[in-house]
């Protein structure tokens, strides 16, 4: 009977040691698959990323070379506006010359045909 209660208690832990051994070598296969999943997933964000750099480097290669592009515009631009500028200011001067004599001009006129519309003489030293 202690004989028989003893092999009963081997078995038992001869089933008890399998079915553990059973269940860690699953839970090794489990981790296995859940590591080659989590390598699997960072070498696809590792792309992704890669990716990500590649496209950011070009969009500020980009956006750089608009950006020259638009100042040497507006250079341009405010070297046109200056050079008006400098056009108009040219013209407006020579406008204020030549309004300046054609009032001496008229004045002149305007004084020589007063003697002979009212017979006054403007003396020159007066």
């Given at each position: 009977m202690v004989e028989a209660r003893v092999n009963y208690l081997k078995k038992e832990t001869q089933n008890y040691t399998s079915r553990c051994a059973s269940e860690a070598k699953k839970l090794v296969e489990d981790v296995e698959i859940e590591t080659h999943n989590v390598d699997v997933v960072e070498r696809e964000v590792a792309d992704v990323l890669e990716t990500s750099k590649s496209k950011l480097q070009e969009a500020i290669k980009q956006r750089?070379?608009?950006?020259?592009?638009?100042?040497?515009?507006?250079?341009?631009?405010?070297?046109s506006v200056s050079k008006y500028k400098e056009y108009m200011a040219s013209k407006i001067s020579e406008m204020k010359s030549n309004l300046s004599e054609t009032a001496g001009a008229v004045s002149d006129s305007y004084k020589s045909s007063l003697p002979l519309q009212f017979g006054i003489t403007f003396e020159a030293n007066r």
């Open positions: 750089d070379e608009e950006i020259q592009i638009c100042a040497w515009e507006l250079y341009a631009l405010v070297d």
